[in-house]
């Protein structure tokens, strides 16, 4: 009988395929109080077993080391670092060992209560891209049980059906014949899992859990497959060998369709495979619109091997740099400034004299970088001290963060990027803060180079106030995902709320569309690099706003430059403002 099932659409495409349920990655921990005299014996066996994953881990870097970017993306070599740095936390460390030591846990049910606390951490988070490491951190507790337990990889193939020499013998496969197409339906994917199917062997895959940041959804689009995560029970209602399509445009699977549907669906694949061909031939091509207005199409990256990626895709530059990666899961031993300048250098050099925008650190009272228990008193971490806030709050740090960029620049076009400023005071203290930096640095005879100075607009009180911000900025970046948050009032990460973030809501789009117009009027650099940039329902809205800078995941590039090749700018400003005077503009654009 023929059933959807609806997730989030995280990597566009079709596939179609027989259904390869991978084996769930939870471990059965049993739970007993220990005898005081075990306590040490069972902190060796948490220990050993968090060596064995750690050497593991390092096993498979060298192994991507050796492989192209279409085997083994950066993205996957990155996600395998946080793995590391999750392993190597104090606070889980620590944690476990007090777990046992005073309450005389035995060993799996103390990783397991520490693991419930950090991942609780986790969910306070407001950035949702942090938010989502929490399924890393899953991750490499259950891999330290399994060595535990003596438990094999959720991956690996009974040897039954292993094929000696063959390259996809680490596969679980669901049909005799390997030309059938392969579609992994899984609870979640770990990075070490996504190492297994380096060769793209599989069409596509479907999780239970998961969002359009978590890193299931960062390797799909890095290798442009077909994905649909936070499906909750799909691993649970599909059968092994299930015939199953993968909806990635809609964020649908289609199990055991019909041959109508099938044959629709065939249709609709064919048609996607040849209109990727065709976007790849647009790589090299300038984005100029019919009217001869030039676009700039730019890359959002979290760590400096996405440079490559970002080239690949034929990205002009990168609009925004999130800084905050290189901070992540570094509890009482954030990164100094030589090694915050060797990563920005990397970043800068990687991108060939093409302009890269770091933004500075973006966490907050909800997302601690220390061993300090969180004040209960915070009960809406995303209107609390965070961003600007935060860093203003720790000037050491912030100083040690502004001089890493400042030396970083003297290799590239550098633009330093304020997030969630709102007030003059604030605008003023910082840009006091980079000058004193930059003092610091002639003091010590180090080189640094000169820098655009830009802050985002994602607080309505700050797109109100544009002419205070553009007296002290050279350009401005809208952050669409906080801005619509803030706007209307809608947490992100509440599900009873979800349906009415809405980034086409008339205020909405009033404040991103006043905020062109202001920075266009005053010959300000001006660029969009929220999730709106990178959706091509918006593309033309957008550029008959005014918009010429346009800032995305590498992936979503092509497709939005096809847009702007096919648009007539002057054309669309008429349009756009009849979009903009609609109490539905939803309607207007067909979203």
């Known amino acids: 009988m023929t059933f959807s099932i609806h997730g ?20 059965d921990v049993a739970h007993y109080f220990i005898d005081p005299t075990q306590i040490e014996s069972e902190i060796t066996r948490v220990r050993v077993g968090r060596n064995a994953v750690v050497d593991e881990i390092h096993r498979l870097q060298l192994t991507i080391a050796g492989m192209g970017p279409k085997e083994a993306p950066h993205e996957l070599a990155a996600l395998l670092d946080v793995h590391l740095m999750l392993l190597q936390d104090e606070e889980l460390i620590t944690g476990v060992k007090h777990w046992i030591s ?3 846990y035995n060993a799996e049910w103390a990783l397991t209560t520490q693991l419930e606390v950090l991942a609780r951490q986790f969910d306070d988070m407001e950035d949702e891209y942090l938010r989502e490491r929490k399924a890393d951190l899953e991750q490499v507790a259950e891999r330290i049980l399994r060595y535990m337990k003596g438990v094999g990889s959720p991956v690996a193939p009974p040897a039954s059906r292993r094929s000696s ?14 030309d059938v197409p392969l579609v992994l339906i899984a609870h979640d994917l770990s990075p070490a899992d996504m190492l297994q199917f380096k060769q793209s062997v599989f069409a596509g895959f479907c ?3 998961g969002g359009k940041t978590s890193h299931t959804a960062i390797v799909a689009r890095s290798m442009d497959i077909p994905a649909v995560v936070g499906a909750r029970s799909a ?9 199953v399509i993968i909806d990635g445009d809609a964020g649908v699977m289609i199990v055991d369709p019909s041959p109508i549907i099938l044959a629709e669906y ?11 061909g065709r976007l790849s031939r647009l790589r090299h091509t300038p984005a100029v619109t019919l009217d001869g207005q030039k676009v700039e199409l730019l890359a959002n990256i979290e760590m400096p091997d996405d440079a490559p990626g970002a080239l690949l895709a034929g990205a002009v530059g990168v609009g925004l740099f999130r800084s905050e990666f290189l901070f992540m899961g570094r509890k009482g031993d954030l990164p100094g400034e030589e090694e915050q300048y060797q990563a920005y250098r990397k970043a800068v050099e990687g991108m060939q004299g093409l302009p890269v925008t770091i933004r500075t650190i973006d966490v907050g009272a909800d997302k601690q970088l220390d061993d300090t228990v969180r004040d209960a008193a915070h009960l809406n971490p995303a209107l609390g001290l965070r961003a600007i806030r935060w860093s203003l709050a720790d000037p050491a740090m912030f100083l040690t963060q502004l001089r890493a960029i400042l030396r970083a620049a003297a290799h590239g076009q550098v633009s330093l990027l304020i997030p969630m400023l709102a007030h003059a005071s604030e605008i003023r203290q910082t840009l006091s803060l980079v000058d004193f930096a930059r003092a610091e640095l002639d003091n010590r005879g180090l080189l640094y180079g000169p820098v655009k100075l830009g802050a985002m607009i994602e607080i309505p009180a700050a797109a109100l106030t544009l002419k205070i911000f553009l007296k002290y900025f050279d350009f401005l970046s809208v952050g669409t995902n906080d801005l619509i948050q803030y706007t209307l009032a809608i947490d992100r990460a509440d ?15 009033r404040l991103v569309a006043d905020t062109i117009a202001e920075c266009n009027a005053q010959g300000k650099g001006v660029s ?10 918006l593309t033309r809205l957008l550029l008959g706003m005014g918009l010429r800078s346009f800032s995305m995941h590498p992936a979503q590039i092509l497709a939005v430059k096809q847009e702007v090749l096919r648009a007539d700018a002057s054309r669309l400003v008429p349009w756009a403002r009849q979009v903009l005077e609609s109490e539905d503009p939803a309607a207007m654009l067909g979203a």
């Open 495 to 509: 599900e009873s709320v979800a349906h009415l973030y809405d980034p086409c809501h008339p205020a909405v789009l």
């Open 528 to 537: 969009v690099c929220g999730e709106m940039a990178g959706d091509i329902t």
């Open 8 to 27: 989030l659409p995280v990597a566009r495409g079709i596939a179609i395929g027989r259904a390869v349920l991978m084996a769930s990655s939870r471990v």
């Open 207 to 209: 999780t239970d859990v």
């Open 266 to 276: 065939g249709f609709k694949q064919r048609q996607a495979e040849l209109e990727r």
């Open 235 to 243: 691993s649970h209602l599909v059968r092994q060998d299930d015939w």
């Open 165 to 178: 020499g063959a390259r996809q013998q680490d596969l679980l496969l669901a049909d005799d014949s390997i």
């Open 102 to 104: 005073e309450r005389l």
